[in-house]
């Protein structure tokens, strides 16, 4: 794993007042991804909910495991946790977190959506092959974090992953994609659409794609020309936080 001393992997909760959100990490990843993200927002008074997807802060086996299911249901889990609170919850979510937070907005009433580098395309070839891979190789080794396309060095240290690609769960994710993109028309919510212009996971054009294929009559794309993959924790990262907060409470 890509382990930085310091960071909590467990999910977190924060109650405030009655407008939610729900933040969900992405593929490989842990809730410090996104955990900056929910402390601002809720230190300006939202309740916010921040699951461990499962599989993810433990072990590549536990992830193997796995199947898009079990990411989907955790989704909705935090959601209904969060309408049995809040009178109007949003959801926010990076990269498979994005993915997920489309497909909730597909099938659930919500106040609003915020995909940040949602994983609707993906820009590794090998991610493609996943559905043959599976069957001749366990896990690709990622390359070393400095290699990544961070903006800020200094974001390493906020970031905790596994250092292997599961190749069965991948396949997962592209089962998910698919499922996602043939629902986009049912999505109706306002939608923020946040992207990094310098990820190399999600290729940015995809973004443009997502706000062409949703059918929202209130929708915005927000692309950051200094901003990675983890867009969350990343050089712009405050700049994404405001623009969910400010977004959020346009919508409420």
Not at 56 to 73: C, E, V, Y
Not at 87 to 102: C, D, E, I, N, P
Not at 109 to 132: D, E, Q, T, W, Y
Request: glycine share 8%.
């Amino acid at each position: 794993m890509t382990e930085q001393p310091g960071l909590d992997l467990s999910p977190f909760f924060f109650a405030g007042g009655p407008v939610g959100c729900l933040l969900l990490h992405g593929f490989t990843g842990a809730p410090p991804e996104v955990r900056p993200m929910g402390e601002y927002l809720a230190e300006r008074g939202l309740t916010v909910l921040g699951p461990c997807l499962p599989g993810h802060a433990t072990t590549p086996d536990d992830l193997i495991r796995t199947h898009w299911t079990d990411w989907a249901g955790e989704a909705e889990r935090g959601l209904h946790e969060l309408q049995r609170q809040c009178q109007r919850v949003f959801v926010a979510g990076l990269s498979m977190g994005g993915l997920l937070t489309l497909y909730l907005g597909a099938r659930y009433p919500v106040a609003g959506l915020i995909p940040m580098a949602a994983a609707v395309h993906v820009s590794s070839r090998r991610a493609k092959l996943a559905p043959f891979l599976k069957y001749f190789v366990k896990q690709i080794k990622k390359g070393p974090p400095e290699k990544g396309d961070w903006v800020d060095p200094q974001a390493i240290r906020r970031h905790w992953s596994y250092n292997v690609y599961p190749v069965a769960p991948a396949h997962e994710l592209l089962k998910l994609q698919n499922l996602v993109r043939s629902e986009l028309h049912r999505i109706s919510a306002p939608i923020l659409i946040i992207q990094g212009l310098r990820d190399a996971a999600v290729p940015p054009a995809s973004a443009q794609w997502l706000y062409d294929n949703v059918p929202s009559c209130d929708k915005r794309l927000l692309l950051l020309a200094n901003s990675g993959h983890c867009l969350t924790i990343d050089a712009e990262r405050e700049t994404v936080w405001r623009a969910a907060y400010d977004f959020i409470q346009a919508h409420i």
